[in-house]
């Protein structure tokens, strides 16, 4: 509750809930002490790849300075994408990143399902 209570307190009105949600994991995050937020972002069917931009002008509004990864897609340059995802994760095989991938993407949809029913 206090997630989506803090996303809707520093987004713009008209975003979506699964926006505010984001935005209240990271900003918890951040009051717990981590010091980067990893988001993806680019270009896609949804608003979902521009979220990390919005994402991190609204949280260096509120005065918090922190490391922002963006992983987008990789248009052909995978290791940079890789690296990305090995600076966050640290020393890992690809089989456990696409693992966790497959969970944040299923909850995700929970997150779209729960939008739809609102």
Not at 6 to 30: A, D, Q, V, Y
Not at 45 to 67: N, S, T
Not at 68 to 96: C, D, H, M
Request: glycine share 10%; aromatic share 10%; charged share 25%.
């Amino acid at each position: 509750k206090r997630t989506l209570e803090w996303g809707s307190r520093h987004s713009p009105e008209e975003t979506c809930l699964p926006f505010k949600t984001i935005l209240g994991n990271m900003l918890e995050g951040l009051e717990l002490g981590a010091d980067s937020v990893y988001m993806i972002g680019g270009w896609g069917p949804c608003r979902l790849g521009y979220y990390a931009e919005i994402q991190r002008i609204i949280i260096e509004d509120l005065g918090k300075h922190v490391e922002f990864i963006t992983l987008e897609v990789p248009q052909g340059n995978y290791r940079l994408a890789w690296e990305r995802l090995r600076r966050v994760f640290g020393p890992t095989s690809a089989r456990k990143l696409i693992q966790g991938c497959r969970l944040s993407w299923a909850k995700l949809k929970v997150l779209e399902d729960v939008e739809a029913l609102s």
